[in-house]
């Protein structure tokens, strides 16, 4: 009976984990938002050259893909 009581609390503490990752990849792709939005608002102030700008965009974008994918595989549990 112990044994099965340890392997729910792992399971448990496991299940909440999970959670808690989803939960910050949500914010964490919610921020990569307003980032999309303030090298746009940088742009059009000419705080960045379109060059700037274009390498920016770049790594936001790659980071954006690697971001989703990790945020869709708690999705499907």
């Known amino acids: 009976m112990?044994?099965?009581?340890e392997n729910l609390?792992?399971?448990q503490k496991a299940d909440r984990l999970a959670y808690e990752v989803k939960q910050f990849s949500g914010i964490?792709?919610?921020?990569?938002r307003e980032v999309e939005y303030l090298l746009g608002f940088c742009l059009k102030l000419q705080y960045l050259t379109q060059k700037e700008f274009e390498a920016l965009e770049q790594v936001r974008k790659?980071?954006?893909a690697l971001l989703w994918r990790f945020y869709k595989s708690f999705c499907s549990n």
Not at 2 to 5: D, F, L, N
Not at 28 to 32: D, H, R, V
């Open 9 to 11: 609390l792992v399971w």
């Open 2 to 5: 112990e044994k099965a009581y």
């Open 62 to 64: 790659e980071t954006g």
């Open 28 to 32: 964490a792709l919610g921020s990569l």
